[in-house]
């Protein structure tokens, strides 16, 4: 908001006011899946008077991309993004699948530790835990997972839209959740259009990249970027 953007930060369907409110009652989110997250973000992308530009972490990355490819934005920037499903050869965190089906996935300190936050040290891989961390949707870690597999319903991503805005896609070359490697493969698809696509590539970040001390290194990035392709408030 310094640089004059107006900014827009809109919640999961069903996610609550506060972190502690959502891990003691995720119940609001429990038959959340890829497809309905996406229609709800397509939903907000749609609202505003001008195309948003787009800026997703994670599972909000492989969304931002899909809206931009379908012209609902004007820019985008993909965060350390989960791969479409063909290239979905994630380590993934698996925490215990819950006894009822309708409870939520949680990860414990220990997992978030391994996956999560592994490029910051031990107390600060604790406090954002405590900070950040609430129950996943047990169906959407399922799509997420089974999105490689033969009949599986996927969320595809117009690489070859010839007429969309800049995409930056961001990775963290510690990352286990979403490697390096990983986002690399996507940015290589994007080499069919003449479209802006770019990479941008730091060491010793992990997937926490953008909650962790050195986020403002990715903020900073991100912003001059938008700048250097005439994107301003």
């Known amino acids: 908001m310094s640089r004059g953007f107006a900014v827009s930060a809109p919640r999961w369907p069903g ?4 972190v502690a409110a959502t891990r003691a009652d ?9 497809a309905a997250l996406t229609a709800h973000y397509v939903r907000v992308a749609r609202s505003f008077d001008t195309p948003p530009v787009l800026i997703g972490h994670c599972v909000g990355g492989l969304i931002a991309q899909y809206l931009l490819g379908a012209d609902l934005a004007l820019a985008a920037v993909a965060l350390a993004p989960i791969p479409p499903g063909d290239l979905n050869r994630l380590v993934v965190a698996r925490p215990a699948v819950p006894e009822s089906p309708g409870e939520p996935a949680r990860l414990s300190p220990r997992e978030f530790r391994q996956f999560f936050a592994n490029a910051v040290d031990a107390g600060e891989a604790a ?4 900070r950040h961390v609430v129950p996943m949707p047990l169906r959407l870690l399922g ?10 319903t996927e969320l595809t991503v117009a690489t070859g839209n010839q007429d969309r805005g800049p995409l930056l896609l961001v990775s963290g070359q510690e ?6 490697t990983m986002t690399r493969a996507m940015y290589k698809r994007y080499g069919d259009s003449v479209a802006v696509s770019e990479l941008a590539q730091f060491a010793d970040r992990g997937h926490s990249l953008v909650i962790d001390s050195g986020w403002p290194e990715i903020a900073d990035h991100v912003l001059g970027w ?3 392709h005439g994107i301003r408030a």
């Open 143 to 152: 799509d997420i997972g089974a999105r490689s597999e033969p009949g599986q």
């Open 15 to 18: 996610e609550l006011d506060t």
């Open 26 to 34: 995720p119940s609001g989110w429990r038959d959340l899946g890829l």
């Open 226 to 228: 938008l700048t250097d």
């Open 127 to 130: 406090a954002l835990f405590g």
């Open 175 to 180: 990352d286990r959740l979403a490697p390096d």
